[in-house]
């Protein structure tokens, strides 16, 4: 078990340990079509590429075992059409904005620059021309994952 998650209810710690590839899916499938690049960036990131939370070390260690299979799986779970598809997944992630009372202040941080910096590496993976990323309208849009408050700055 996740320490950072002991006063979590078992659904909490699952949407908590789904966020990252709900940010994927949801900035990967915002222009329509979810890109392997964009998928690979997410695995990248959680498999290897995250040495700089230091905070959320046994996150990582839980999160990234079978990864790119979570990934898939959920993305069937999901309408293919991204007008129906993007909605309940920005709901979905809108409910994390209620567990960060429950994590500690410097965990609930890093993990939503975690999932800023997931978006982030999603959205510049694809689409551009001559190895130079370009971020679509419609990824922009999500980009700064809108839904989400910064649990660094709500009064607790």
Same mark, same amino acid.
């Given at each position: 078990?996740?320490?950072?998650?002991?006063?979590? =209810?078992?659904?909490?710690?699952?949407?908590? %340990? !789904?966020?990252?590839?709900?940010v994927?899916?949801?900035?990967?499938?915002?222009?329509?079509?979810?890109?392997?690049?964009?998928?690979?960036?997410?695995?990248?990131?959680?498999? #290897?590429? !995250?040495?700089?939370? #230091?905070?959320?070390?046994?996150?990582?260690? =839980?999160?990234?075992?079978d990864?790119?299979? #979570?990934? !898939?799986?959920?993305?069937?779970?999901?309408?293919?059409?991204?007008?129906?598809?993007?909605?309940?997944?920005?709901?979905?992630?809108?409910?994390?904005?209620?567990?960060?009372?429950?994590?500690?202040?410097?965990?609930?941080?890093?993990?939503?620059?975690?999932?800023?910096?997931?978006?982030?590496?999603?959205?510049?993976?694809?689409?551009?021309w001559?190895?130079?990323?370009?971020?679509?309208e419609?990824?922009? #849009?999500?980009?700064?994952?809108?839904? %989400?408050?910064?649990?660094?700055?709500?009064?607790?």
């Amino acid at each position: 078990m996740i320490t950072a998650f002991s006063r979590l =209810e078992n659904q909490e710690s699952e949407l908590l %340990l !789904k966020a990252p590839i709900l940010v994927c899916i949801l900035i990967a499938g915002a222009d329509g079509d979810i890109d392997r690049k964009e998928i690979k960036a997410a695995i990248t990131f959680v498999t #290897k590429d !995250k040495t700089s939370y #230091k905070n959320l070390s046994q996150y990582f260690a =839980e999160l990234s075992s079978d990864f790119e299979d #979570k990934i !898939k799986i959920l993305i069937q779970s999901y309408p293919f059409e991204s007008t129906q598809r993007t909605p309940l997944i920005v709901q979905e992630l809108a409910e994390v904005n209620g567990l960060w009372s429950k994590l500690e202040p410097v965990f609930a941080a890093e993990f939503y620059q975690m999932l800023r910096e997931v978006a982030s590496r999603t959205a510049t993976s694809s689409g551009g021309w001559l190895g130079l990323s370009k971020v679509d309208e419609q990824e922009k #849009k999500y980009l700064a994952l809108p839904m %989400l408050q910064d649990p660094s700055k709500i009064n607790r």
